[in-house]
């Protein structure tokens, strides 16, 4: 597909949109109840959707946006039937930011004939910018990605996940934990940040070595997945398969990090 997009002011778009949450961090209370948990999330994902639409649409009219519903299984196993569009997850790390915990950001991916093209994933309270063009590279700010280079797994750091909002597999649970029990096995330190994005551009960064998920979570991993593969991190299904759209498992890493995952487990995740 040809178009002109000035990526660029996309990703200044992105960075206003962050920072506009950076005046009221920790100021509200941390909601105590289910219902006022879910009302501030609600609220979050409104204001930042909105946020960026205002922003993104008047340099980019004609592309189109497609919900991010992260609590829709189904909508998650197969790319929107169009030929490119929006997906973002406008604030991953909502939790994080409600609780009044570091770890929140502003993310942004856009899908061209159902693949990942161009992705944003922003901190702003570390206002560090990360984000890939499908063939052009990786970045952080204008400087390139690039892995980790450890060889020795005891001083690798892995990082778990799980997709706590779908549970789309009937043993999830079992299948969490054996994702974890298999990590704590390989490497010598494990641990779980919570953002999926930010974690995945974490892999292309160099600051994490490998990250496994076990079920399904297509949405969350796009913008992430896209900066991690163009820094040269393996994209994988969580049982070593070459990932497709829809596979409920994800493995990315080093190449060194995963060959070790892989030949000390026998993961049948």
């Not at 409600?98 to 093209?117: D, E």
Request: hydrophobic share 40%; charged share 20%.
């Amino acid at each position: 597909m040809r178009m002109d997009i000035d990526y660029q002011c996309i990703i200044d778009k992105v960075r206003e949109v962050g920072t506009l949450f950076l005046p009221d961090f920790r100021k509200k209370a941390i909601p105590q109840t289910p219902d006022s948990f879910m009302a501030d999330l609600e609220s979050i994902e409104k204001r930042s959707l909105n946020a960026l639409q205002e922003r993104i649409n008047p340099i980019a009219s004609r592309i189109d946006w497609v919900d991010d519903n992260e609590f829709d299984g189904e909508s998650q196993r197969t790319p929107a039937p169009l030929a490119q569009y929006w997906l973002c997850d406008t604030m991953d790390g909502a939790v994080q930011y409600i609780q009044h915990l570091a770890g929140w950001t502003i993310n942004l991916v856009l899908i061209q004939q159902g693949r990942p093209h161009f992705a944003v994933v922003y901190d702003p309270l570390q206002d560090e910018m990360f984000w890939a063009l499908e063939g052009q590279g990786a970045y952080l700010g204008q400087t390139k990605l690039e892995l980790s280079r450890k060889t020795d797994p005891l001083h690798m750091l892995a990082v778990w996940e799980y997709g706590h909002q779908l549970k789309t597999d009937a043993h999830w649970q079992t299948k969490s934990e054996k994702a974890f029990s298999a990590l704590l096995g390989a490497f010598g330190v494990v641990r779980n940040y919570g953002p999926h994005g930010l974690q995945l551009a974490y892999v292309g960064a160099g600051r994490i070595d490998l990250f496994l998920q076990a079920d399904l979570d297509t949405h969350n991993w796009l913008a992430g997945m896209l900066i991690a593969q163009e820094a040269g991190a393996l994209i994988l299904s969580s049982d070593g398969k070459p990932w497709t759209w829809g596979t409920p498992g994800l493995l990315v890493g080093t190449p060194t990090a995963v060959n070790t995952f892989l030949t000390s487990t026998n993961p049948q995740l």
